[in-house]
C-alpha cells in the first residue's frame, strides 16, 4: 500500500508552513517587552482572541482521532462538545472576572495566598509536565500519518515541526502565537468544511445513500440515556465533558493567560463564548466526516486495502482518514487537508510554549530566584525557557518513537497527579474558609482517588470486588468532588475544633 502525496499537494504544505512561520516571526518587534511577550499589552479585541483560544483547543489528535471515533463507533463523543455552552457560562460569568481582577498572568499565583506555596508549586509542576507530555504526544502523533503520507523520515518531521514552531513562538511572543492561531484555525475550518461536502457527492449512490447507511449501523448514536454511570452513557460523557470543560477555562493557563490579553473582560467573556460556540459545529463536522467516510468504503469496501480493513476489523479507525486524503481527494485538497492537520498541531505546541516560559518566569524565577528583575532580564529568561520547552518537547516526541509505552505511562500518571488541581481551585474559589491543612489532605485522598480508579482496572491480581467499577470517563468527576468534599468536610471538623477548645 503505497501512499504518496500529488507535487501539488507537497507545494501547498511547503507554502502553507513558511507563511505561517514567517507570519508568526514578523510580530518579533511587538514582544520585546516581558508584558507584550506574555499578554500583547493587554489589547486584543475578543473574536481574535476567541478563534485563539478555539485554535488551542483542536489539536491535530482531534483533526484525527475525532473522525477515527465516528468510523468505528457513533456520536457517543460529540456529547462532550455539547457540554461547553455551560462551562463557558461558568466561565465567563466568574472565571473571567477573577482572573481579570487578580492582576497577576498566572493562572496559579492566587492559590499561593490561599493554601501557600506548596498549591501554587503543585499546580505548576502538573501544568508544565502536562504540557510538554502533550506537545511532545502531538508532535509524535503528526509524525504518523505524515511518515506514510509524505514517505519522510519519522524524527525528520518532528524536528521540523518542533524547531518551526519553537522559532515563531520565541520570535512572535503570545501576539505572534494568537494571530497565526487564527490563520490556523481558518485553515482547520476550510479543510473539514471540503471534506463534509466532497465525501457525500462522492458517494456512488449521492448523498442520500451516506445516510441510509450511516442510519442502517446506527452511526449517529449518542449514547444510551439511561442512569448508569458503568456504560459511557449521554449523561456520563456530559458529566466528564462540563469537568474537563471547567478544567480548561478555569485552571489552565493557555485559557487564562488569553483572557489578559483582551483589551476589556467583556471582550475576555466574548472570546470564552466564540470557541465554545464555535467547537461545536467544528466538531460535529469531524464527526460527520467520520460517519461520511464509514458509508464511503462500507459502499465501496474495494477501495479500502487489506491492511486497512483489518485494523478497521481490530476497532481501530484512526488511519482511514489520512488513506482517503490522498486516494481520494483531487490534487492540492489533500495539501490543504495535511495544512490544516499541521494547523491544529502549531496552535497548541506553540500556546504551551508560550504559557509554559510564562510560567518560568512568573512562578518559578520570579518566586525563588529574583523577584524583580530587569526588562531585559526577564526577556533573556523567556528567550531561554521558551527553546528549552521547545526542545524538551521535541525530545519528548523523538523518544516516543521508542519507548511509546513508556511515554503513555506517564500521560497517566500525569492525569493522575493533575487530576487534583482542578478541585483545589474550586476549593480555594468557594471555600473560603478551607485553610492550607485542610487543602493538602484533601489533595491527597483525592489523588490516591484518582490512582486507584485509573490503575486498579488493569491490576491482574487486584480482586474484582477492589476494581473500580464506574466508567472511565468518571474518573475526573469522582476525583474533583472527592478534594472538594473532603476539604470541606476537614475544614468543618478543624473549625469546630478550633471553636471547641
Known amino acids: 500500500m503505497e501512499q504518496r502525496l500529488a507535487v501539488l499537494d507537497i507545494c501547498v504544505l511547503m507554502v502553507y508552513m513558511v507563511g505561517v512561520v514567517a507570519y508568526g516571526c514578523c510580530f518579533v518587534r511587538r514582544s520585546r517587552a516581558p508584558d507584550a511577550f506574555m499578554r500583547a499589552g493587554g489589547m486584543l479585541p475578543g473574536w481574535i482572541v476567541g478563534l485563539s483560544i478555539f485554535g488551542t483547543y483542536v489539536s491535530s489528535i ?82 504518523l500519518p505524515l511518515n506514510v503520507l509524505l514517505g519522510w523520515e ?10 518551526l514552531v519553537t522559532l515563531y513562538t520565541l520570535l512572535g511572543g503570545i501576539e505572534g502565537v494568537i494571530y497565526t492561531d487564527v490563520v490556523q484555525s481558518i485553515v482547520l475550518i476550510a479543510g473539514a468544511l471540503v471534506c463534509v461536502v466532497l465525501i457525500p457527492l462522492t458517494m456512488p449512490g449521492g448523498p442520500a445513500q451516506l445516510f441510509r447507511i450511516a442510519i442502517q449501523h446506527h452511526k449517529f448514536g ?8 458503568v456504560e459511557s452513557t449521554f449523561w456520563v460523557v456530559m458529566l466528564y465533558g462540563l469537568f474537563m470543560n471547567l478544567q480548561n477555562f478555569a485552571i489552565d493557563q493557555s485559557y487564562v ?46 477501495l479500502l486495502p487489506a491492511p486497512i480493513q483489518a485494523e478497521v476489523a481490530s476497532g481501530k479507525g484512526d488511519t482511514v482518514f489520512p488513506y482517503f486524503m490522498v ?47 530587569g526588562e531585559r532580564e526577564s526577556m533573556g ?14 525530545g519528548v516526541a523523538l523518544a516516543m518513537i521508542h519507548i511509546k509505552s513508556a511515554l503513555d505511562t506517564w500521560w497517566t500518571l500525569s492525569g493522575i497527579f493533575g487530576g487534583g488541581v482542578l478541585g483545589l481551585f474550586l476549593l480555594g474559589y468557594l471555600g473560603r474558609g478551607v485553610k492550607g491543612a485542610a487543602a493538602v489532605a484533601a489533595v491527597v485522598i483525592g489523588v490516591l482517588a484518582i490512582t486507584w480508579m485509573t490503575l486498579s482496572p488493569h491490576a491482574a491480581r487486584l480482586p474484582g470486588s477492589l476494581r473500580n467499577p464506574l466508567n472511565q470517563f468518571m474518573i475526573p468527576v469522582v476525583g474533583t468532588l472527592t478534594v472538594m468534599l473532603v476539604g470541606f468536610l476537614l475544614a468543618a471538623a478543624l473549625g469546630r475544633r478550633h471553636k471547641g477548645g
Open 62 to 143: 482531534s483533526f484525527l482521532a475525532l473522525p477515527g471515533k465516528a468510523f468505528s463507533g457513533n456520536w457517543n463523543a460529540f456529547v462532550f462538545s455539547l457540554s461547553l455552552p455551560c462551562a463557558a457560562w461558568i466561565s465567563a460569568r466568574y472565571f473571567v472576572p477573577f482572573y481579570r481582577g487578580c492582576g497577576h498572568i498566572s493562572a496559579y499565583y492566587h492559590l499561593e495566598n490561599r493554601f501557600g506555596p506548596w498549591a501554587r508549586i503543585y499546580a505548576v509542576i502538573c501544568y508544565l509536565l502536562t504540557q510538554m507530555a502533550r506537545v511532545g504526544s502531538i508532535m509524535y502523533l503528526l509524525a
Open 222 to 229: 449518542l449514547g444510551g440515556f439511561g442512569p448508569s454511570i
Open 154 to 163: 519519522m524524527r525528520l518531521i518532528i524536528l521540523l515541526t518542533g524547531g
Open 257 to 302: 493567560q488569553r483572557y489578559l490579553t483582551a483589551k476589556s473582560e467583556r471582550e475576555a467573556k466574548k472570546s470564552v463564548w466564540l470557541s465554545a460556540l464555535l467547537y461545536i459545529p467544528v466538531s460535529a463536522f469531524f464527526f460527520f466526516i467520520g460517519t461520511a467516510l464509514f458509508a464511503y468504503y462500507t459502499a465501496q469496501p474495494a
Open 327 to 373: 486516494h481520494a481527494l483531487p490534487p492540492g485538497m489533500a495539501g490543504l487537508l495535511i495544512a490544516a492537520v499541521f494547523a491544529a498541531a502549531m496552535s497548541t505546541i506553540s500556546s504551551s510554549l508560550n504559557c509554559s516560559a510564562t510560567l518560568t518566569l512568573c512562578d518559578l524565577y520570579k518566586r525563588f530566584i529574583r523577584p524583580e528583575p
Open 381 to 394: 529568561v523567556l528567550y531561554a525557557s521558551t527553546f528549552l520547552w521547545g526542545l524538551t518537547g521535541t
